[in-house]
């Protein structure tokens, strides 16, 4: 089977087992705090059970870099690393804020680079958004571009959940010069909007996202055409540690990049 397809019946698996769940109390049921330094909630566990048991029933030969369950040799000779953010938006699902998704990727080394597969589903519609490398990046069966053309309006996806003062104060310019700025609380699903084109900008320079939220989206944006940079605007890459966090900005094409890291800059 194609890494892709196990990717997509695993997403699809999560979908259907967490279906009813989110808003309601059993969503919210306190594990304690999971691999990646936050409360892993009923709904994290459950969706992350899903996946594993999947790979381990068709013996998917593999490492699992879990948000919650942290690093699971499912083989010891295996082909490469699944990523996966089983909920990201796990705030929104909880609370039942219908934007929250899953996010699974595979790399082949332990390198953001070499992610050569990814798939976000948007677990409040069961909508797909994957890629591979080299192939493109889709949307429920049909090929995504970025945004290209001059857009009606621009909108400036930028997170700053727990932002400090002292970013808040360099993105401010951002804010100011943009009327149509937004963060809808699930940085992979925000990354799939990018890459679908709906959105033009997405930033997130608060120095706290993990790979695993933003591994599928990686492959996602690239495949689509989107432009994917770190801090220093170098192309983005990481270790897929548990300690990586990461700041990036991924936009539609260098025009739109200028014009955004010009008012960083400021
Ligand atoms: C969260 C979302 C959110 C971001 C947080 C992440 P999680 O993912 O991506 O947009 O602001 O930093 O932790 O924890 O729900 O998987
Ligand atoms: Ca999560």
Redesign the pocket.
């Known amino acids: 089977m194609e890494t892709m397809e196990i990717l997509r019946e695993a997403s699809k698996r999560i979908y259907e087992n967490v279906k009813g769940i989110a808003g309601t109390e059993h969503a919210a049921g306190d594990f304690g705090i999971g691999a ?1 330094g ?1 409360i892993s909630r009923s709904i994290d566990i459950i969706a992350e059970k899903t996946v594993l048991d999947y790979l381990k029933e068709i013996n998917f030969e593999c490492i699992v870099l879990g ?1 919650e369950c942290g690093r699971v040799e499912l083989s010891n000779r295996s082909k490469g690393y699944i990523i996966m ?1 089983a ?5 929104n699902a909880v609370r039942g804020v219908p934007f929250f998704c899953s996010s699974l990727a595979f790399a082949t080394e332990d390198k953001l680079s070499f992610v050569t597969d990814g798939i976000i589903t948007d677990l409040s519609s069961g909508e797909m958004y994957w890629a591979s490398k080299n192939k493109g990046s889709f949307f429920d069966g049909k090929q995504i571009k970025v945004h290209n053309e001059y857009p009606i309006y621009k909108i400036i996806g930028i ?1 700053t ?1 727990g932002a400090s003062s002292k970013l808040m104060k360099r993105l401010s310019p951002i804010y100011e010069e943009h009327e149509h700025t937004r963060h809808f ?4 699903l925000e990354m799939a909007f990018l890459a679908r084109g709906v959105i033009d900008v997405f930033i997130d320079l608060r120095g ?3 790979i695993q ?1 933003i591994a599928a989206g990686y492959i996602i944006i690239k495949e689509a055409g989107g432009l994917l940079l770190d801090v220093d605007l170098n192309p983005l890459d990481a270790d897929l540690s548990y300690e990586t966090r990461i700041s990036f900005i991924a936009a539609s094409n260098q025009k739109i990049l200028d014009e955004i890291t010009k008012l960083i800059d400021q």
Request: proline share 0%.
């Open positions: 990646g936050d948000e953010d909920i990201d938006g796990s705030a997170n959940s609380g699930a940085n992979a706290k996202i993990r939220d």
